[in-house]
């Protein structure tokens, strides 16, 4: 179960106990440069550690990384404002061959720096420039504090789409899970917290993340995610935007996170997946209904006709409702293989809701396996943004290693097979690298909010697919 965790995300990044193999404590200068092994590789199943204190009459702690390049999602380098584990702030968790690079500023006075390999693949690791200021950025004030307090970054929250509003709700930062609910207006474009009635509620939701969300009229259903005790919860919380209430729901029949929940057209919520946890890591093939428009509210497990549960159970995946095929449609997700751990998967699953068949759809072209992605309908496409693609059987020094997609693909449901990867310039690539995001959509445009990409994000991009080159498609597909 523990490296399972590791892999989510770097949500909650965990390590295996090494020894430290080197400390390094600077106090003394105002300026300098670390590397993670000077002239060569770091090693294997090691950790490095580098504290930097101010000295007398300075107070913020600049870095900026020149150049990175580490195993993707296994050998991390974290940062924290200090090294106090109990009060310490993580700043970052960055892995692969992450560009941009990110630059980090710490004010406690202290900067912690952790470089932490397993047995598996090394890489040439860091190169990073320090400076001590009393102010940050050289006193320039540009420092993203207004953008911080329209929306805290986040990971691993959901987005939800009802009128003009986009709701935001729990997610991870790094350092705590969050219960934050927030809602943007589009037409103005101003943040807001959602408001609550207290009194129409006795308890309130606990905060998460890897949940899933689902809109039903006037309401937002919550159910499972990750909790602030590590612990996967599996109860449901239903937000009703009228009244400002909050009510539980059923519980689910087992608890799961990194699932996905799809609301069908006859008012049914399709529950899809998962990670279960327990005592070894348990990948959920499993299928459950609730029926929203009866008075008595019950998951009920939903048995296919035929399936075989290797071939499906996953985690990390997306499912969209296609009305053309009367189907919920599932793509990629980690996947357990025998002797191979886990692996990206490419694979294109249809459920039909009547026949409650599952199929695997064989795709002409290939696309790479994603994880932590995210998938919406816009009109007769399904549009997939972003994720993890990462394979372990990559030449991680080849630069073709990606732990962040950079592409946004399109998958025709007419013809179900993908039909193009939209071209991106480099700097729009960059600026959008990110996983474990989520996305709604508004009118005619996908909505894709914060993410992961060594740090969490809280920036909003609205997607508008390209109507010449949608044409183009369908003309291509029919």
């Given at each position: 179960m523990y490296l399972i965790l590791r892999v989510f995300l770097?949500?909650?990044?965990?390590?295996?106990?090494?020894?430290?193999?080197?400390?390094?404590i600077i106090t003394d200068q105002w300026a300098g440069t670390i590397r993670s092994n000077p002239g060569s590789m770091y090693l294997k199943n090691q950790e490095y550690e580098w504290l930097i204190k101010v000295p007398t009459g300075g107070k913020y702690i600049e870095l900026k990384f020149t150049a990175f390049s580490t195993e993707c999602l296994y050998d991390y380098v974290s940062v924290y404002d200090s090294n106090e584990e109990e009060t310490r702030l993580q700043l970052a968790a960055i892995s692969g061959n992450l560009r941009p690079l990110p630059d980090l500023i710490s004010d406690t006075g202290q900067l912690f720096i952790h470089l932490a390999s397993d047995a598996d693949e090394v890489s040439l690791g860091f190169i990073a420039n320090f400076s001590v200021t009393i102010c940050p950025n050289n006193c320039n004030g540009k420092n993203g504090s207004?953008?911080?307090?329209?929306?805290?970054?986040?990971?691993?929250?959901?987005?939800?789409?009802?009128?003009?509003?986009?709701?935001?709700?729990?997610?991870?930062?790094?350092?705590?899970?969050?219960?934050?609910?927030?809602r943007l207006y589009f037409p103005s474009g101003n943040w807001s917290d959602v408001p609550i009635d207290t009194d129409c509620a006795a308890q309130l939701p606990k905060g998460r993340y890897m949940h899933s969300s689902v809109v039903?009229?006037?309401?937002?259903?919550?159910?499972?995610?990750?909790?602030?005790t590590r612990e996967i919860g599996g109860d449901c919380w239903l937000y009703n935007i009228t009244t400002a209430c909050w009510s539980q729901y059923p519980d689910l029949p087992v608890p799961v996170t990194g699932h996905t929940a799809t609301l069908v057209p006859t008012g049914s919520v399709l529950l899809f997946g998962g990670l279960t946890g327990g005592d070894t890591d348990h990948f959920s093939c499993s299928l459950y209904e609730l029926d929203l428009t009866v008075r008595k509210l019950r998951w009920a497990p939903v048995t296919p006709a035929i399936y075989k549960c290797s071939e499906i159970r996953r985690y990390g995946h997306t499912a969209i409702y296609d009305p053309g095929s009367g189907s919920v449609v599932v793509f990629g997700g980690i996947v357990p293989i025998p002797h191979v751990r886990y692996e990206k998967s490419s694979d294109v699953l249809l459920f039909m809701v009547k026949k409650k068949v599952w199929s695997k759809l064989k795709i002409t072209t290939e696309v790479a396996g994603l994880v932590f992605h995210s998938a919406v309908k816009l009109g007769r496409f399904m549009v997939v943004f972003g994720g993890n693609?990462?394979?372990?059987?990559?030449?991680?020094?080849?630069?073709?290693?990606?732990?962040?997609?950079?592409?946004?693909?399109?998958?025709?449901?007419?013809?179900?097979?993908?039909?193009?990867?939209?071209?991106q310039d480099a700097t729009h690539k960059l600026a959008t690298l990110r996983y474990a995001h989520a996305a709604a959509v508004y009118q005619d445009s996908m909505v894709v909010v914060g993410g992961f990409n060594g740090q969490p994000r809280n920036d909003v991009l609205l997607y508008f697919p390209p109507r010449e080159e949608c044409n183009v498609i369908h003309k291509v597909c029919v």
């Open positions: 770097v949500l909650l990044p965990l390590c295996e106990p090494f020894d430290v193999s080197s400390r390094t207004k953008l911080l307090q329209r929306m805290l970054p986040r990971q691993g929250h959901t987005a939800d789409v009802i009128g003009d509003y986009l709701y935001i709700f729990g997610g991870y930062d790094l350092n705590m899970v969050l219960y934050s609910f927030k039903y009229k006037d309401s937002l259903l919550y159910c499972g995610g990750f909790l602030q693609g990462y394979r372990e059987t990559q030449n991680m020094h080849k630069e073709s290693q990606q732990c962040f997609n950079p592409d946004t693909l399109i998958f025709d449901l007419g013809c179900m097979d993908w039909v193009t990867q939209l071209p």
